[in-house]
């Protein structure tokens, strides 16, 4: 279109007399030229599109689940005997005997050994779950008020502090007014490989049962 605006104004400055021909032939030069340049500069900028919205961020992948066959073998028996969890009281089990297993590692322990009484007259233990405590004991010190000196006092209380404690559920079988010896592992750090924690002063191990099974297959006595 404008092509065509251009060429008619030529053709009418062709005709024009001379004293307007140069005037006007220097207004349509000056024209052409912004003309032109204003078609440049908007074949070298265009215009910026449009932002796209971005996407909703999808729902976060759940995490991953180990397959626990004891857990299911568990669940899978108490809904075929759903009285194997209170024929056994907890206060009928108890752990006794408690040994602390020291690591290759100084001041380390890979193991715990207990002995697991089933003090039932009647019914023989199948599963329990356990709840494990370790404590770190260092012996009481006081601070004198008049010198700046610190002494152990031998006849007060250890100060205790659990640095570790691990729960768990075990399938053994311990007939009525028998016992069994069990060993509860310590593992190590599954990334570096190190020890749990180290022991400052001397080990407390505290253990007890949380759940008892007694599932009726198992029984010697109806």
Sequence with gaps: MFFWIFAAVALVLAFAPPRFRKIGFAVFGAVFIVFLTIVLVNRRSPPAPAPVAAAPPGPAAPPSRRFDFDAYQREKRDKEDPEAKTRIAIAEIRFDQLQPIAGIEPRTLQAVHARLYN?????TLTDYSYYLVVQ?????????????????????????????????????????????????????????????????GTPRIELEATDTRAYQSSQSTP
Excluded: E, G
């Design 119 to 123: 003090d039932s007259h009647q019914f």
């Design 136 to 200: 770190d004991c260092l012996p009481t010190t006081t601070k004198s008020a008049t010198a700046n000196t610190t002494t152990t006092n031998d006849n007060a209380a250890d100060r205790c502090t659990t640095v570790y404690d691990q729960r768990d559920s075990v399938s053994l079988v311990v007939p009525p007014n028998q016992a069994r010896d069990v060993a509860i592992s310590i593992p190590k750090n599954a990334t570096s490989f190190a020890a749990p924690f180290k022991l400052l």
